[in-house]
């Protein structure tokens, strides 16, 4: 399969865009994308990949749901924009917020809505140093997350992000943000007689004690942390974190970002473990991708302290509560209802790591092939019985992505993690297409 872009577009887009992850060396092979349908992309080439990884974790239902379209046709036609104020509201954004409160965790009650994953990271953030100066503690302002975690890029959002390769550039990051280590079964070092799960649970603990009680806000948190490698907890880890942050007074946030809308095989992450947070934040796979759209939920003690506040909150968004993007968000959750995307993800999941557990676990360099629903990876590594990783200059991770692009399936890494989370809808064949790329990318490579 060729892979050469169109050299007009190319080096139009070369001479007036900026991209996200800048890298113009990369960008010498971009791929120019011109339609999609179901699990499948096709650049102006005529080139067909299979999209690994759903966009960037999010066209859940797919490519072409021209019933999404229509959504927005018609809202747009209809009211295209208007202000979510205070004192302004419109029937989208009510019907949603009502959606959303039969579909997540019985605790989470109230939403605000914003325009994706980051914004969503900083509201939460903010609401939780609001909640504690409203509730007589103003000193508890800490956020503690996990290294490998990923939340979002705008300034507070990449503090909160433990994976370090976006801090250099921009430093010095904002005040008040700890890193423990990720539970990470693969790699998680614990001593003593606790679980692997308990002792990573334990250094929230540790760091609370560290930082001290009264000046911690909340823990945040992916079910699964995705970019940072599709890193699926133990099962004890999550309710020993209930129960640290309840005697800490500290507030557990959940990440739905990627999680949310049955990606994991349930509607959301921590339903797999049987917690429910104070906070949630969510993006991506409420819409599909096709339109901008996250929020925030809060447990109904935190609205209500919310709105007791003598003052007037002082954050907002132009587009929270865009009626376009909740009309579309909408109409995706009748989707992800209708088809049963938690059940889908949850059976192709399961086929998809058996297929590859099964050509690839005894393969010398595949340290593991893990994962949750449809959410997949493949740890390579120079050595499987010590683990050790290659050295970064070997590029094992871009030379298999660059073999499994020749062979027509698109995805991203971390390091030498290929990671898959492809759209819900994707058929049996195409999965096992999947496996025949990656089998064959990382013979060629390794």
């Keep these: 399969m060729t892979t050469t872009p169109n050299p007009g577009l190319l080096s139009r887009d070369q001479a007036r865009l900026i991209h996200p992850l800048h890298n113009p060396g990369l960008h010498q092979q971009a791929h120019i994308w ?23 974790w999010n066209v859940v239902a797919g490519h072409g749901r021209t019933e999404l379209a229509e959504a927005a046709a018609r809202q747009m036609d209809t009211l295209g924009y208007c202000s979510g104020y205070a004192g302004s509201s419109n029937p989208a954004a009510i019907e949603l917020a009502e959606k959303l409160a039969e579909l997540t965790y019985p605790s989470i009650t109230r939403f605000f809505f914003t325009s994706g994953g980051a914004e969503s990271t900083e509201t939460n953030i903010k609401t939780a140093r609001y909640y504690w100066k409203l509730k007589g503690k103003p000193d508890k302002t800490k956020v503690i997350s996990l290294q490998w975690g990923y939340h979002g890029v705008t300034l507070a959002a990449m503090s909160a992000t ?9 430093e010095p990051r904002v005040p008040g943000f700890v890193h423990i280590p990720s539970p990470y079964p693969y790699r998680y070092e614990s001593a003593g007689d606790q679980t692997q ?32 490698g ?10 020993r974190i209930r129960e640290i942050c309840d005697k800490y ?24 473990w049987g917690v429910e947070p104070d906070m949630i934040q969510f993006a991506k796979a409420i819409t599909s991708g096709y339109f901008p759209l996250g929020g925030t939920g809060v447990k109904e003690e935190i609205a209500q302290v919310l709105d007791t506040g003598e003052m007037v909150w002082m954050h907002a968004f132009t587009y929270s509560g865009h009626p376009v993007g909740c009309a579309v968000a909408l109409r995706n959750l009748e989707i992800i209802e209708k088809e049963n995307f938690p059940a889908q993800a949850a059976d192709k999941g399961a086929y998809l790591l058996e297929r590859l557990q099964s ?28 683990k050790a990783e290659f050295p970064a200059q070997d590029q094992i991770g871009p030379k298999i992505h660059a073999a499994t692009e020749k062979r027509g399936l698109f995805s991203r890494l971390r390091g030498d993690v290929f990671l898959l989370a492809p759209p819900i809808v994707i058929s049996r064949e195409q ?16």
Excluded at 431 to 446: G, K, Q, R
């Design 34 to 56: 011109a339609r999609g349908e179901g699990a499948v992309l096709t650049d102006t080439e005529g080139n067909q990949y299979i999209d690994g990884l759903s966009g960037l």
């Design 162 to 170: 433990g994976i370090t390769a976006y801090w250099p550039m921009f």
């Design 197 to 228: 799960g308990v002792a990573a649970a334990n250094e929230l603990e540790q760091a609370i004690l560290r930082e001290g009680p009264e000046t911690v806000a909340m823990f945040l948190a992916e079910p699964v942390q995705g970019a940072g």
């Design 230 to 239: 599709v890193i699926i907890p133990q099962p004890d880890y999550f309710p």
């Design 249 to 272: 007074d500290v507030l557990l946030v959940s990440d739905e970002v990627i999680t949310g809308f049955g990606r994991t095989g349930r509607m959301f992450g921590l339903d797999h």
């Design 359 to 386: 050509a690839l676990g005894d393969h010398p360099h595949v340290g593991e092939v893990r994962g949750l629903g449809l959410m997949l990876a493949v740890e390579l590594v120079k050595h499987k019985e010590t």
């Design 431 to 446: 999965l096992d297409h999947t496996v025949e790329i990656i089998t064959e990318s990382i013979e060629e490579v390794l």
